[in-house]
Each structure stands twice: as C-alpha cells, then as structure tokens.
C-alpha cells in the first residue's frame, strides 16, 4: 500500500503510475478542488475504478488531497466513517484509536 499528501498550485499538476499490481486507488480532497478528470471538491473522497492505468490530477484553483493505492484482495471490507478494515470489530479498534489520536490532539491544543 501507498500513501501520499499532495499539495498543488495553480496549474500544477500530479502524475501517478500505479505500482506493479496496484489496481486499487482512492483519493481525500482536503482543500480546493481536484480534476481526475471528474470535479472532486474539499471533503470529498473519491474511489477510482480498478485499474492500473496511471492518474493524472490537476487543481482548479490549486488543491491538496491524501491519495492511496494498494493491490486489490479477496477479503470482504467493513467501512466506517474514517478507514476501512476486513471486519466489524478491527473497524472498531481502529477507529477508537483514531477517537483516542484526536482526543489526545484536541487536548494539547493541536486540533480544533
């Protein structure tokens, strides 16, 4: 699995090649507005199509996103509000975890 934060300027754009076997891609707008090639706007997620075919990105008025790709697999997948997990109760766990992250964030002043 691969994880990168993206930060792009007006016109700037981002060229991703899938890893060798990586057939799985997502993608979390936390700023602007992306085109690939559809819109996706701050706070948005957007799931790719199983592909290994390379993205391309480009901002609207410059945009900043999280983007994932991984190697698709056979297990069934639980989703929740922040990740995703091959069953309910490691969805659980790591969830609470990330409750615990941003409590421990909230309370050192570090998050809003």
Do not use: C
């Amino acid at each position: 699995m691969h994880y990168f934060s993206v930060v792009l300027g007006k016109g700037e754009g981002w060229h991703y090649q899938p890893e060798p076997g990586h057939n799985v891609a997502w993608m979390a707008v936390h700023a602007g507005t992306v085109q690939v090639p559809a819109s996706v706007a701050s706070g948005e997620l957007a799931v790719f199509e199983a592909s290994q075919a390379p993205i391309d990105f480009f901002p609207a008025e410059g945009g900043a996103f999280v983007f994932g790709s991984a190697l698709s697999h056979a297990h069934d997948l639980v989703t929740g509000s922040y990740s995703v997990h091959t069953n309910r109760a490691a969805l659980q766990r790591g969830e609470a975890e990330i409750r615990r992250i941003g409590d421990g964030l909230r309370a050192a002043g570090r998050l809003g």
